[in-house]
Every structure is written in structure tokens, then in C-alpha cells.
């Protein structure tokens, strides 16, 4: 791990059953920058991000959050991260002001830092008129900005987010880029998985691609796309685009 890394991936392993979702993979995240990591689906992304924030045991490897051991010092580096985990996994049979203070509960915040806070995050992010209705009841677009207020709201240091822009309306994702740029331009750490590469392209300062389990390249995002387009860098790292020529002439 480098003196300027916020995370940092160590030689991270899974197995399930005879399949290796993720092979041996080394990751080196700047401390302030906003990274994408990209790949296919079934590349290993969301399991390398789950073994990483403590949510999947790892069969090798380290994860480090500011320089905490993931699964040898759980609790001081967890409470230096923040996670949106793929699916968004919420209690949604609580409303949205319910959802937000009980995760204030568990991190330890004092009662009044925590109204202000869900406060402030409902209003910024449309949804203060929603703060009463269970979760449950959100769109999707909803879910993805309440789940980032609960990422958020203990003001971590890193933003480790699985898919954050999946599923999202315009209206949300533009609100999601413009607080997760916010928070990068006050010195926080963003590292994020995605399938919309135009949003990668706008928003990354460095890019890792993924692929069949292991880290392709990764580098500043010039340094990834080259003198192409992050998408023709991305599909000529990973390849697998078929040419079609006299294939489906019926159509």
C-alpha cells in the first residue's frame, strides 16, 4: 500500500465451488481521487468489492482502508468507510427518517448530529417529502439516494459504492454525481463500480478494468483510454464484441 492510498486490495481470492470469481487481485486507490473500476458482467467486480468492505470473507488476501486491516481490525476501518452495496440492501420497513437515524445509531453519533444530519442529507437529496414513507415504497431511484445518505452519513473518509448510477432516473443520477463530486472535491475518496462508462469517463480521475476475475489495467483515465474512447479502451481490453457481417442479414 503507498503512503497516499485510501484503499488498497492485497493479492484478494474467492472461490465458489470449483469457480474463481476473483484471482489474486492487487488494487491501489489514491487518497482522493474518484475511481471506477470496470469489467463485464461476471468480471468479479461486486464480489472483489464485498470481500474488500468485510461484507464476504476473502480464501487470501488483505483489504485496507486507510491503512486498517478489513478483516484484521474491523472496527476502526469500517468506521472510516462508507458503503452502498450491490442490491441495496436496506430496512425498508422503516421510513426513510427511521432508516437514516438508525444507522446514525449504530455508528455512534449523538442524537442531535444525527437529526441535523438526516436533516441536511434528506433535503439534498429530494427527499424530504419522502421522509415519512417507508422505504419499501421508493422507487429505485430513491432507494440508490437514501442508500447513499446512509453511506454518507457518518462522514467517512471513503465512498465505496457497487453500481450507484444502476437503475437511476436523470434527475437522480445527476443529483449522485453532484454530491459524490462534492465530497472528492473536499478531500474524500470515491471508488465505485459501474456499467455506464460515459458517466466513468465524466467523473473518474483514474479507472481499474476487470476482467475473468483479475485487474486488466488501471491507471489515470488518459492513461487507461489512450488516444480512444474509455469505450473503445474497455472493449479492446476485455474483448469479447462479435463483428457482424453476413450473421443476421435477416434483420
Given amino acids: 500500500m503507498t503512503a497516499d492510498a485510501a484503499f488498497a486490495l492485497q493479492g484478494l481470492v474467492k472461490k465458489f465451488d470449483t469457480k474463481l ?6 488494487l491501489s486507490v489514491p487518497a482522493g481521487s474518484f475511481f471506477g473500476l470496470l ?10 468489492l464485498s470481500m474488500a468492505v468485510g461484507l464476504l470473507r476473502p480464501d487470501a488476501g488483505r483489504a485496507l482502508v486507510l491503512g486498517h ?15 452502498m452495496p450491490d442490491g ?28 441535523q444530519r438526516v436533516t441536511e442529507l434528506l433535503d439534498v437529496l429530494a427527499l424530504a417529502d419522502a421522509g415519512r414513507t417507508l422505504v419499501i415504497d ?11 445518505a446512509c453511506a454518507l452519513l457518518h462522514a467517512p473518509r471513503l465512498l465505496v459504492l457497487d453500481e450507484p448510477f444502476e437503475a437511476v432516473d436523470p434527475v437522480s443520477g445527476a443529483t449522485i454525481r453532484d ?25 473518474c480521475s483514474h479507472v481499474a478494468i476487470m476482467a475473468a476475475g483479475r485487474i486488466r489495467t488501471v491507471g489515470t483515465l488518459d492513461e487507461v483510454r489512450g488516444e480512444h474512447t ?19 442479414s435477416w434483420l
Avoid: C, Q
Fill in 69 to 83: 486491516d478489513v478483516w484484521a481490525d474491523p472496527v476502526r476501518a469500517k468506521a472510516l468507510v462508507g458503503v
Fill in 138 to 148: 421508493y422507487s429505485a431511484g430513491m432507494k440508490k439516494k437514501i442508500a447513499l
Fill in 88 to 115: 441495496v440492501r436496506l430496512f425498508d420497513r422503516l421510513d426513510g427518517t427511521e432508516l437514516l437515524t438508525y444507522h446514525g445509531l449504530l455508528r455512534g453519533l449523538a442524537p442531535d448530529v444525527i437529526d
Fill in 179 to 203: 454530491i459524490l463530486t462534492r465530497y472528492v472535491t473536499g478531500g474524500g475518496t470515491v471508488i465505485f463500480s459501474s456499467h455506464v462508462l460515459e458517466v466513468v469517463e465524466r467523473l
Fill in 39 to 48: 469489467g463485464p458482467n461476471g468480471a468479479g467486480k461486486t464480489t472483489t
Fill in 21 to 26: 470469481a476473483v484471482d489474486g487481485v492487487d
Fill in 230 to 248: 474509455l469505450e473503445e479502451a474497455f472493449v479492446e481490453i476485455v474483448g469479447g464484441r462479435t463483428a457482424t457481417g453476413s450473421e443476421l
